[in-house]
Structures are given as structure tokens and as C-alpha cells.
């Protein structure tokens, strides 16, 4: 696999902090509403296909990209490639897809798109994207499932 | 004597009586008969043309003989009876487990001869076909031959080729762990200590047959062999002698390049091993080949557990290339391997922004662990690369990851001694010069890194630094630490630098310090407008991290004595008495010792001179203050020496008793002096009134000494006797605490005779009527306070294993029915169980009895239990908290066995209306499941519907995210448990993912995941 590898060596960069907690966030009667940074802690440990990385480290996704509106129930995330003409794309976008399936109340609507001009095949990744049946029949492949599950296995519990 | 033996071995050939072994070994033993007698007995059988009875007679002198000690049989007997069930080998191979099994015994006789072990190996080898043998019997034949391998090496020895392939011939095909654990030892000791003759390959196959190996111990297993043991034992085996590198190498490089990754950190662990004994030259060939495997891992893997096993394998690479070094055309050989990996290397180190800068940090630093010639010629190349890649970078990310490399050589320097040869010496002013503007980077985690970099220089074995470099340090720290916006990280990281320094170089360092800070501490605050400046609670935290060794101690400790008594610093108390306390965490030696005492008596004097003072007092009862101020003492006390102990004592006692008057106080209102009613003039601690809180300080000088001396403390009696009367009187809670620490850590120490057993039972008498009256709610107030004397005083005499404890308990435990105390004696069960810093414990020398806490769950968890039932139900809450501090509080082997009594009670815990009493439960649980799975596992019908209806409970997020994180921590039962709820769980944790708290949801996101992803394979 060694010699198979599309960005063999590629820039790492430097990781957010973790949420501050402050004293509302413990507070019973105060609400909290579901904001960029929630939505992009959710997927940025999310683990590159082909590198022992997360997106984070690769800035293939960064908070400023991510756009929440909780009381329109909406949800956008645009994600850039290491290179443009990466083959993985479509299973990065796939991979966040199904995370944000998993992890946010069903009332949101989500678009995962790759930022523009920034790969090859731009337009017809976030057409696959886009297109709920083709995301629902790819994780019907049993095979292309385990693929996006290993990506979004948490470090904690790969031991 | 004939007739019972007669009768008992037909018992046995009859009526199969299990107990006939031993009655006749007993009689044997005995001497009312002999081995002869029963042989003689047993003739007929031995003969018998039923195979099936001379199978039944082998066996009862098999079972005779593993019930005789080593050394009853003599010498004749054993060659008798060996020679004898040799023979029995040679019958038919029905009778073969029980002449085995009987010869097992005979292996472990004192007085086996050579000839004997070596006809008992031949037969073996000869006759017997272990492959058809049941399990056990290959057990007897393996431990036969382990017997002879342990207890008798050179008789072995003569068999020389024979046995080994006697042995092969035996093993192979073996699968059974249990035999496997037992037949790896005997073949390491074969392939170290026989000769192999041809046989090298043949023994190595054997053996290598079962590497990697993959086991699974069936749950419930009670012979306890793990994977780990097997691997272990083969590991040995395969690394026992150079002789099997040609076959073992080839095998390893295959399984590196395996897709398995416990085959992979195997196969890693194992090359580390036989590199050791394989030796440079048999490594010499293959070394770059394994290195480039290594490396791939290294890089790619991204598993710590594979990269900690390529780290172990490629040191000991290194290591064993270096062992070469001592032939000199050798030399090359570490040199020309340690080349070839820099130059795979070098370019990573130039390109410090991207993915492998960190990973080549680590792999080099894998080699230099190798030895000291490996990490001189590492450094040497390493860091000139280093400091180029470091001046051309302008970005601060890959700069950050150039110190974490060059950190991680120092490091490694570090460990080996270079005498004048160090590899930094002619790089060190560059090295200096990268960490010296990294540390003025306005970036945090490089500023840490660069602080801790120069640690690492200066505290080099010979660190060939100049006392200007020095210095240069220190003052850098000093500004760093000094300045108001400092980061707490980076401040920590230079204190320790800071603190290093003046312990090691104190006549250099010193006057570039102290002066410094101590002018801070003067400096009058009010006019300094300037922002850059720290504040005097900064400078005194930094003076107790920073001081350490007796110069300093002496030189800091001075100056805080002088504010101490200082009104102007009044308002600093909190931080000059915890400076103080810090500081002599650190001093242990007599002499800094000395200093401290000083302190002790100066704050005996300030309290008793200026309590009556309101701004004195307010200050001096401060429970932060107080509180630092008795473990400062407790501390000193700790480590003084028997010379100053009697002064201080008698001086603190003496005063505590006596009414001593104090100073009037002419700086405070007369209405601030209201707060002394009582005792407006003088001071009287041991009298109900605003000094019991100085009962606190009292402490530590009374109850740190050993037991044997505490009779000997000045006016310890009369003391004692104040502090018993206190405890019935309304006092404060705060001080009333402090009494009953007090109480309880004397009575702990207290010298067992009658007269502490009349004082004990006097103490019980006034505790139960004060607490068993009815009614009259005016005195309720101290009696509830009483309930809490009872448990210090029940914890003190259980910590001892005193007779008298159980009475003691007992009405704690009888209590919790009770209306109004019923929940202060709950919490009684946390004082018991809690360890405290301050009282009862080992700094304090207390008198604490081995598993004092796991004696008093199980004695006290039946009546718990049985109570609970019997209960009314307004009451019943109270047994549960009591239980649940038992819980938490012991240790989880006790609880395990208890558990199936108690599991009713927690699932009652978790539906009660008892916020606290939920989570303690909850904890509880959750530790449970990583502990005792197997009774979770049957529970799972009750508990998880409960558990996610506290998810959604309103009222608590804590409720909540506690039910949710041990949702959580189920995921780790076994699979085909937690199937059947999957879908379910998934599915109700949805609506918590819209949740109001985003603490709870980020717990729901965590637990929904881990039950949609638990039958991910783990492996791979």
C-alpha cells in the first residue's frame, strides 16, 4: 500500500482547541442552540481514508466552513481536498454525510458540497452528494460501509 | 493389618470409593503397612486378563503416589515402581494414562537415579504415542519431561540428540494451551542446553509452527492461561539460541508484511527479542530489509500500539548492530546501517510542515535509544539539519514540529554519559540560539516546547554549558514568568526550569532570582499603574514552585516569616501560608526541617497574640488560611526530629489549657469586637467559643507522632478530656469538624488498656442516650452533630480493629431508620470509608489495620441489606446512600461476589427521586461493567430501559449525561449480549440528539456511535 498512496506526505496542519465549557454550559435552564463549532467538532475528527490523520489535521475540513442555522434547520459544509484531483473525495463528503446522519436530530437538512475550485471533478461529487438515493443505496455496500465506518471510528475505542 | 488393606482395594476395584487413595497413603505414611503389602494386595488385579481392572489397579497406585511427599520413597522403591510402570507402558495403550500419571509422581521423587530417568525417557520416547493420548495424559507426559529438564539437567543431558527428538516427536501436533504453556518452557530449555545435533530445523518447526499465535480463552476458563502466556512462552523458544536466526528471520520479515495486526506487533516484539541473542552478524544481512518494515509501519500505521512495537524492535536493532562494534571491521557495520536510515530520513527532516516530520522525529529517536554511538552519530547529523530546517522556516507550525524533534534528541542525549565527547558540545550554541527565539515565538505550545528543550540541555549529564548560558536562562524564565499575561502552561514549564536551576547551580542562580522577586513583593502596588507588572499573589506562587534545597529554603522561608507577622500584608495571607506549605512539601532533610520549626513556633505566637484582634482573627480563621496553615504543620510534623518535638508540643498544649490573655486590640472598632463575647480578653480554644476553630492547628502537633509516644505528649489527658466534652456541645459545623478529627485521631493511636476501653464505653453511653432520646426538638440542633462524632469515632476504632468498633458501628447502622438522623448516619458511612488527607492516615502514623475497609462492607452489608427490606419506606432512601458510599468507596474485588445481592438495590437507587444518590449509582455501574460484565451482562433487561429513561430526564443534565456515558460503556460487554438491544438503544437516543444541553448531546452522539459501530471488526 506504501507505494499506492495518492499525497504520500502531506501538510499537517495545526489543531483547534478543544470547546471551552463555560458556566451556561451547565446551567439546567439555559438552552443551548446547536452552533457552527458544535456541528464542526462532530466531523473533524473524522479519520482521512488514507492517512493515519483526521481532516482536521489535513484542513480538508475547517470551522470557518461550516454553517449552521438552528432555527432554520439547516446545515452546510463545504470540505477541501489535500489535492485536486483526489480520488477520495467522494469518500470524505460520503463520510461526513453519514456522521451528521448519526449524530444530528433529523429536522436538520444538510448539504455537504466541496469548497469551490478546488477539485478537478467538482460539480460531479456534490451531485453524488446531493442525491439522497445514491447515498442511501452506497451504504447499502456492505463493503463501502465498513470503508466509511473505519473513517469514522473514534480513536478512543480503536484502542 | 492385611485384612483393611485387603478390604479397602477391593472397595476401590468395586465400588469405585474415590477416598481409598488416601487412606491408604495415610496408612502407609503411617508405617502400619508397607508399599509391598499393597503391591502384594493388588497382585490378582495386576494380572487380571481384563484390561479394564489392570487399568483400574495401575490406577490406585498412581493416585497412591501423587498423594506421598517427595521424599518418602527411597531410592529402591523408586527404580521399582518406576521400572514397573515402565513396563505397564509396554501393555496395552489403555493402560498408558494411569502408568503415565503414576509416573508423573515418580518424576518428582529425591531419589530417581540416572538410569531411571533415562529408561523413563526411552520408554516414553518408545513406546508411547502422545498423539492418541487424551489431553491430560500428554499433560503427564509434558510434565515428565519438564521434571527431568528442571530437577535433573545433566542426567538429560547424557540422552543428548535422543531426547530431543524424543521430544519432538511428542509435541508435535500439540494443541491444547494448557499443554503448550508446559511444552514451550521444556523446549527453551532443550534448545538452550542440549545438543541439537541435526535436529536444529526440525525443533525449530515444532516450535515456529505455532507463530503468531492467535488464542481466545473461553470465557470461564479455569486453567487462567492467556494469550499472553502462550506468546510469551513461544517468544523464548524462538529466541533461545542464534541457531535458529537463518529459519526465524525469514519468517518474521514474512509476518511483518502481514495484514494482522496483533501477527504484526508479534512478529515486531519477537525481532526485538532475538536481535538480542541472534547477534550483529546473523542480524547483519537482513537489518536494512526489517528497517524498511519497520519504517512503513512507523509512518503509516497510525496505531500506537504497532508504533510502540516497531520502536522496541528497531532499538534493539540498533543495540545489537552495536555490540559488533568491539571487531573492527565490524565497525561499519552500525555505521554504514545508522547511514543508510539517515539517508531514507534526511529529506523528512527538511520538509518539517508535512505528515512524516514527527514520525521521523520518533524513528530516530528509536535509533538513537540504541546506544551511546548510535545516538552520537544520530545527533551529529540530525541537528545541523534541524537548525536549517528551523532558520529557513518563517511559518510557526513546522517550526513547533522542528523543536519536538529536536527536543526528543536532546533527550535521548541525555541518557547515555559522553563524558567530554557530548555530540551537543560543538552545536550547542546554535541549539541555544533556536531555543532562545523560540521562546519569545507568540505561539504557547512552542514557547513550552523551547522552555523544556533548554531543561533538557541543562540538566545533561556534563552539559558543557557556560555560567553566562546560565544565567541567560534564568533571567529569560524570570521575565517570562514575571509578566502579567504569562500562560499558566508556559509559567509552569519555566518554573521548573527556574526550580532546577537554583537547586543545582544555587551560588550562580540565586542573586539573579530572589533579589528580583522579592523587590516585587516590596514594591507598594497602589502607584503602579503598569500592566505589564504581575501581581504579589503571582510572585509568592512562583516562590513556591521554584524553591527547593536548603540554601533557598533558607533564604525564601526568612522572608516569609517577615510578612507573616507584617498587618500591611494582611491581605496576602492566603498565598504567603499556602508559599509556606508548598515550600515544605519539598523539605524532608533535618536541616530545612530546622528552618520550617521556626515557622511552626512563630505561628503559635501570632495566633496567640493577636486572635483578639478582629482584623487578626478574620484573617487567622480564613478557611483557606487555617486550612494551609495546618498542612504546613502537618507537614513539619512529619519530618521533624525528636529534639524539637517535646518544645513544640508542650508549647502548643500548654497554651491550648491555659487561658492565655491577649494583647487588646487597638486598631478595630468596638462593635467588630462583639464577634468575642464570650471570651473578650483571652484566648481559650478548648472552651465552646470562636477559638475551637484553632482546634484545627492543634491537630497535626498532637496526633503525628507515633502510637507508643502519643502517652507521652504534654497534658495530652486533660486535653483529651476537653475535646470529649466539646462534642456535646452546639458548636459550629466547621469547628465541630475539626474536633472530631481530633478526637477521632487521638482515640486511633490511643495505647489499648483498661482504661481506654472504660473511656470508649463512657463515650458510647453519652453518644446513644444523646442520640436514642425522644422528642424535644430544641436539642436536636447538637444532637444531629453528634451523629458525625459517632462516625469519626466508629472510623477510628475500625481503622485499628479495635474490639469496641462493632458497638460503635452498630448504632451507626441502627440510626438509619432513624426519621431525622437517618441521613446524617448515611453520610457517617462516607466519613468512615473516605481517606482523608489531614487525619487518620499514614503521614499521621496512624494505626490502620490491613483492609480495614473491605472487613467493614462485608460485615456491615448483610445488616444493610436485610434492614433495607425490612425499612419503612420513608426511610429506605437511607440504606441506599449508606450502600452506595460503601460502593464507592470499596474495593471492586469484594464487591464482585456480593454483587447478586446487591444488584436489586442499585436498580432501586436509580429509580429513586435522589439526584446524588442516581449518579453515585450510575458511577457505580459503570465501573462495574468494565469489572464484573458477567452479572451486567444477565441485568441487561432491567437496566437499559432505565437507563434511557434517564436519558431524557428533565429535570438534570447531569442525570443524563451519567446515563448516557454508561450507555456508553456498555459497548464493551460481548457483542452477542448487547445485539438483541441495538436497534432499540439507536433508535430512543435520537431525540436525545436534539437535546437542550449540548453537554447531553455530545454524550448522545458518543453513545448512539459506539452502538451503531460495535461489531466493527477490531482487528485490521
Known sequence: MGDSLINANPIIYEKTGERVLEQDDFDD??????????????????????????????????????????????????????????????????????????????????????????????EAVNKQLADKERVAAALENSHLLSVVNQCLKSKRSSG | MAAPCDSLIEDFMQNDDGTVPKKLSQTLVNGKISLTDIIENLGGHMTNTEVEVRKKATQLIADILHQLSHSFLSHNQVSLLSTYLCEK????????????????????????????????????????????????????????????????????????????????????????????????????????????????????????????????????????????????????????????????????????????????????????SCAAVYGSEKMFELQMSFFNCIKKEMFLSGDTKVEEAAITALTALIKTASTGLTQSDRKKSLEGFIEDILNECKSHLLQPELMLM????????????????????????????????????????????????????????GTFKFGNQSPLQSMKEP????????????????????????????????????????????????????ASQCETEIRSECNILLSFLLSTFPDLIQPHVYPVLFNKLHNDCMDVDDKTECDKTVILNILSEITSGLHNVKIVTQLLYKLLIDKEYLDLYVCITECLYKISTRCTDIDSVLYLCEGVKLIH????????????????????????????????????????????????????????????????????????????????????????????????????????????????????????DLIFEPLDSVPYEYICKCVAGLLNKQEQNESLDTLLLKLLDNLSGCLCEKGNENSCYGNKQCVAALAWISKALIMRGHKLSEKFSDLLVSLLCHQVYGCLAADGFSIILTDNDDI???????????????????????????????????????????????LKN??????????????????????????????????????????????????????????????????????????LKCLTQLTNLPLHKLLPYRNKVVRSLVPVLDDRKRLVRNEAVIARQEWILMDMDEDK
Open chain 2, 605 to 724: 505566637q501570632i495566633i496567640t497574640t493577636h486572635c483578639r484582634c478582629p482584623r487578626w482573627y478574620n484573617v487567622l480563621t480564613n478557611t483557606a488560611v487555617i486550612s494551609n496553615i495546618s498542612s504546613f504543620l502537618r507537614q513539619v510534623a512529619a519530618h521533624w526530629s525528636h529534639t524539637v518535638v517535646n518544645d513544640i508540643q508542650s508549647l502548643y498544649t500548654e497554651s491550648f489549657l491555659k487561658t492565655v490573655s491577649c494583647k487588646n486590640c487597638e486598631c478595630c472598632s468596638i462593635e467588630a469586637l462583639a464577634q468575642f463575647q464570650s471570651n473578650p480578653e483571652s484566648f481559650c480554644p478548648l472552651k465552646p467559643g470562636c477559638d475551637c476553630v484553632f482546634i484545627s492547628v492543634l491537630s497535626p502537633i498532637i496526633c503525628c507522632g507515633p502510637a507508643k509516644l502519643q502517652k507521652d505528649i504534654p497534658n495530652i489527658e486533660e486535653i483529651q478530656k476537653y475535646l470529649h
Open chain 2, 890 to 963: 470499596t474495593n471492586k474485588s469484594v464487591i464482585l461476589p456480593e454483587l447478586s445481592k446487591l444488584y436489586p438495590l442499585l436498580i432501586q437507587s436509580l429509580l429513586s427521586n435522589d439526584l446524588d444518590l442516581q449518579l453515585v449509582t450510575m458511577d457505580t455501574l459503570t465501573d462495574l461493567i468494565f469489572n464484573a460484565s458477567n452479572v451486567i451482562e444477565k441485568q441487561l433487561d432491567s437496566l437499559i430501559p432505565q437507563l434511557l429513561k434517564m436519558c431524557v430526564y428533565k429535570q438534570s443534565l447531569k442525570v443524563r449525561v451519567s446515563a
Open chain 2, 431 to 482: 541549539v541555544l540560539c533556536i531555543y532562545g527565539s523560540a521562546i519569545d515565538i507568540d505561539v504557547t505550545s512552542i514557547q513550552v516546547l523551547a522552555v523544556k528543550g533548554l531543561y533538557l540541555l541543562v540538566s545533561l549529564h556534563n552539559e558543557c554549558l557556560t555560567d553566562v548560558d546560565k544565567t541567560n536562562m534564568a533571567d529569560k524564565c524570570l521575565n517570562k514568568v514575571t
Open chain 2, 89 to 272: 507402558l509396554k501393555d496395552h495403550a489403555f493402560i498408558h494414562p494411569p502408568a503415565l500419571y503414576g509416573l508423573e509422581a515418580l518424576s518428582r521423587c529425591d531419589l530417581i537415579s540416572r538410569e531411571i530417568i533415562e529408561l523413563i525417557c526411552r520408554t516414553i520416547f518408545k513406546e508411547v504415542h502422545a498423539q492418541s493420548l487424551p489431553q491430560s495424559s500428554r499433560r503427564s507426559v509434558y510434565k515428565i519431561l519438564f521434571q527431568f529438564l528442571t530437577g535433573h539437567l545433566k542426567d538429560v543431558q547424557v540422552l543428548g540428540t535422543d531426547f530431543v527428538y524424543g521430544f519432538i516427536q511428542c509435541m508435535d501436533s500439540e494443541q491444547d494451551p494448557r499443554n503448550l504453556v508446559i511444552a514451550f518452557t521444556c523446549a527453551h530449555i532443550i534448545i538452550q542446553h542440549l545438543p541439537l545435533g541435526v535436529f536444529v530445523e526440525e525443533i525449530f518447526e515444532v516450535v515456529s509452527c505455532y507463530f503468531p499465535i492467535d488464542f481466545t480463552p473461553p470465557s470461564n476458563d479455569p486453567s487462567g492461561i492467556t494469550q499472553e502466556d502462550l506468546i510469551l512462552g513461544l517468544r523464548k523458544c524462538l529466541s533461545a539460541s542464534p541457531k535458529f536466526a537463518q529459519y526465524c528471520l525469514p519468517l518474521l520479515m514474512e509476518k511483518l508484511t502481514s495484514d494482522m495486526k496483533s501477527a504484526k506487533i508479534d512478529a515486531l516484539y519477537t525481532l526485538a
Open chain 1, 29 to 122: 435552564n439555559v438552552e443551548d442552540k446547536i452552533d457552527n463549532r458544535e456541528v464542526f467538532d462532530l466531523i473533524r475528527n473524522i479519520n482521512d481514508p488514507e492517512h493515519p490523520l483526521t481532516l482536521e489535521d489535513l484542513n480538508v475540513v475547517d470551522c470557518d466552513n461550516v454553517h449552521v442555522n438552528d432555527d432554520e434547520n439547516s446545515v452546510e459544509i463545504l470540505f477541501t481536498p489535500t489535492i485536486p484531483h483526489c480520488s477520495m473525495a467522494t469518500l470524505i463528503g460520503l463520510s461526513i454525510r453519514v456522521k451528521l446522519l448519526r449524530s444530528l436530530p433529523p429536522r436538520f437538512k444538510v448539504d455537504v458540497k466541496i469548497s469551490p475550485g478546488t477539485h478537478a471533478s467538482e
Open chain 2, 358 to 413: 514527527k514520525s521521523t522525529g520518533r524513528l530516530l529517536q528509536a535509533v538513537a535509544t540504541g546506544s551511546a554511538d548510535a545516538c552520537s552519530q544520530v545527533a551529529m547529523v540530525t541537528i545541523p539539519l534541524l537548525i536549517e530546517s528551523y532558520n529557513k522556516q518563517t511559518q510557526h507550525t513546522p517550526k513547533h514540529n522542528v523543536i519536538i524533534v529536536l527536543n526528543k534528541i536532546s533527550e535521548t542525549i
Open chain 2, 840 to 886: 487518620l492516615n499514614k503521614s499521621m502514623q496512624a494505626n490502620i489495620r490491613m483492609m480495614y475497609k473491605q472487613r467493614f462492607f462485608l460485615e456491615n452489608l448483610d445488616k444493610i441489606v436485610h434492614n433495607y427490606h425490612t425499612a419503612d419506606s420513608d426511610v429506605k432512601m437511607n440504606y441506599l446512600s449508606a450502600l452506595s458510599h460503601m
